[in-house]
């Protein structure tokens, strides 16, 4: 098995791409770019062992595997809707940037709130669609890493992405 001099440098270049990335990919789909400005990575090398993780916004990864609407959807994680809706406040502010101001059948304006409820109702019902914005990238530089430095610290790609998910979320619940 070969020797790395710079195993530092090779996963400085993994964390470096992936976020490169997944920034790039969140750029033709932000709103306001705190989920993209929100995207951190932290790598640590040790004697017999590594520490990768990514940090963001906990609604990211969200937007990145997808929740199942009560109707209908998919998620890559089994993230899903069951008997609680978004809160609809959560819309409000998006709207008003976004200029929504749909209007009735008699050519009224629908009241905001209304339209805050209707939009988290269809996302209660349709659910959110996985963007993989992250999930592409991870797996793209993950399989690029060298095949004896994968095998040295035993890493599987299914597992890291697991333990950095389930880290993420256990720092968010807090």
């Known amino acids: 098995m070969a020797q790395f001099d710079n195993i530092q440098d090779l996963l400085n270049d993994f964390r470096d791409n992936v976020i490169r990335e997944a920034k790039s990919n969140l750029s033709s789909r932000t709103d306001t770019g705190n989920l993209k400005k929100s995207l951190k990575s932290y ?7 590594i520490q990768i993780s990514f940090e963001m916004e906990d609604y990211g990864f969200y937007q990145d595997r997808g929740v199942k609407g009560v109707k209908s959807g998919k998620s ?5 809707y069951t008997n609680k809706m ?19 059948k008699q050519g009224k304006f629908i009241k905001r709130k209304s339209l805050n409820f209707l939009i988290a109702r269809s996302i209660f019902n349709k659910g959110i669609k996985p963007t993989l914005f992250f999930t592409k990238p991870f797996e793209k530089y993950f399989k690029r890493l060298p095949d004896e430095l994968v095998e040295k610290y035993g ?20």
Not at 43 to 49: D, F, T
């Open 155 to 174: 890493l599987d790609i299914e597992n890291l992405f697991n333990q950095i998910t389930s880290e993420n979320f256990k720092r968010l619940s807090k």
């Open 76 to 80: 890559l994680d089994g993230y899903k």
């Open 43 to 49: 790598v640590k090398e040790s004697k017999n062992s």
């Open 86 to 104: 978004p809160p609809s406040k959560a819309f409000d502010k998006w709207t008003v940037r976004k200029g929504i101001a749909p209007r009735d």
